[in-house]
């Protein structure tokens, strides 16, 4: 059979070896989207990135804004561009083996938490706080920037968790592997290698998807066999 890496412009060999790296990097993924221990405070402690976790310090809030302690009103604070930035991580773990958007975390472990985001959401009564929302806004905002999403965004299980001393929450977002392609609206499409998400072109994409169509085909052949 043709070798996927035949479908890359054979001048870009810079690209051939991204791919590369992108297609053995994820063979190495879980199949599955199990907690880290069987704690179930385990993401709550988890202090650095892997293939599998991603932190997010929050959905749209600009911690850099926050950390300024200038600010009047917590709307100040907010970003939206922050939003695609989970998009986009989204689309990696469903474009691979799956894995966990942990929001709430900064990048070096600390808890920042999603009350600042909660709190920067419309509500009808002052001071109010609601995980309802949050999740209602998380969930709208994929729907709206990922193309044909539905089976995509309705698969993804959202759970918190709370640290004991702050009482800050985090929110976990599981995103299983997608039999599909994502792509944003805007047509792109991304894959997690590592503990990078990066974008594909258009050949490169092509041949991502052709390699994983190949090895699911394989798969499911063996698995019939074995039956």
């Not at 975390?105 to 109010?128: A, W």
């Not at 193309?147 to 698969?155: G, Q, T």
């Not at 968790?161 to 792109?188: A, M, R, V």
């Not at 590592?194 to 798969?219: M, P, V």
Request: net charge positive.
């Amino acid at each position: 059979s043709r070798d996927w890496s035949s479908d890359v412009c054979s001048s870009d060999l810079s690209g051939v070896k991204t791919l590369l790296k992108i297609i053995l990097s994820d063979r190495k993924f879980s199949d599955s989207l199990e907690t880290p221990s069987s704690s179930g405070k385990m993401f709550i402690e988890l202090k650095t990135e892997d293939v599998k976790n991603e932190f997010k310090s929050s959905f749209r809030i600009s911690t850099y804004k926050y950390d300024k302690h200038d600010w009047q009103d917590i709307n100040q604070c907010v970003d939206p561009k922050l939003m695609d930035v989970i998009v986009k991580s989204v689309c990696c773990f469903a474009n691979g083996k799956g894995g966990n958007l942990i929001i709430g975390k900064r990048d070096n472990g600390e808890i920042f938490g999603i009350e600042p985001d909660m709190e920067s959401l419309p509500s009808k009564h002052t001071g109010e706080k609601s995980t309802d929302k949050f999740e209602l806004t998380i969930v709208n905002h994929l729907n709206s920037k990922i193309r044909n999403s539905e089976h995509l965004v309705s698969e993804i299980k959202i759970s918190y968790e709370t640290e004991s001393e702050s009482k800050k929450q985090i929110c976990i977002l599981k995103i299983p592997p997608s039999k599909k392609p994502i792509f944003t609206n805007d047509g792109k499409f991304y894959v997690r290698t590592g503990t990078e998400c990066r974008e594909l072109n258009s050949e490169q994409s092509n041949s991502y998807i052709s390699s994983r169509d190949r090895k699911s085909t394989r798969l499911n052949s063996s698995h019939v066999k074995r039956s």
